[in-house]
C-alpha cells in the first residue's frame, strides 16, 4: 500500500534528466525540491493559496458557526417541516465532498455564474464543515 509512495519518493531525488523509471539518473540530488522552492511561479502560487485559504477558512467558519446556532435553535422542539430539514442536513452530512464539489462547480456553470472558489468551494466547505470532527468522510 505504501511501496508507489515511497518508490516516488526515492525517485524524487534524481537529477534534471531522472525519470520516474529505473535505472535512476544520478544517485542523490534535490534538482526538483530546488526548482519547487525557488521558482517565483512556485511562490506566486503558494501565496495565492495561503491567502484563498486563510480568508476562505475564516468566512466559512462564520457562516458554520451561524447555521450551526440556528439549526440547534431550531430543534430545540418540533415544528413543521423538522423531519424534511433533519433528514436534508443528514444527506449533506453522508454525501461526500467530492460529489458535493462536482454537483455545486455543474450547478454553478449551469445558471450563469463564474466558478470560483468563493462560487463553490464556500458552499461545499460549509456544509462539510461540521464534518471535520471526524464523523464522516467529507
Do not use: H, K
Amino acid at each position: 500500500m505504501y511501496g508507489p509512495t515511497i518508490l516516488m519518493t526515492l525517485l524524487s531525488f534524481q537529477g534534471s534528466r531522472g525519470l520516474t523509471a529505473f535505472p535512476t539518473s544520478g544517485i542523490f540530488s534535490t534538482y526538483w525540491y530546488d526548482i519547487l522552492v525557488n521558482d517565483p511561479t512556485q511562490q506566486a502560487l503558494r501565496d495565492a493559496i495561503v491567502v484563498c485559504r486563510s480568508s476562505l477558512s475564516v468566512i466559512v467558519c462564520i457562516i458554520t458557526a451561524v447555521l450551526s446556532l440556528m439549526l440547534g435553535m431550531a430543534f430545540r422542539e418540533r415544528f413543521r417541516g423538522s423531519t424534511a430539514l433533519f433528514y436534508l442536513v443528514l444527506l449533506s452530512l453522508m454525501t461526500p465532498g467530492l460529489l458535493l464539489s462536482l454537483g455545486t462547480t455543474l450547478l454553478t456553470s449551469y445558471i450563469g455564474q463564474d466558478v470560483g472558489i468563493y462560487t463553490t468551494a464556500l458552499g461545499v466547505q460549509v456544509v462539510c464543515g461540521r464534518c471535520r470532527s471526524g464523523s464522516s468522510s467529507c
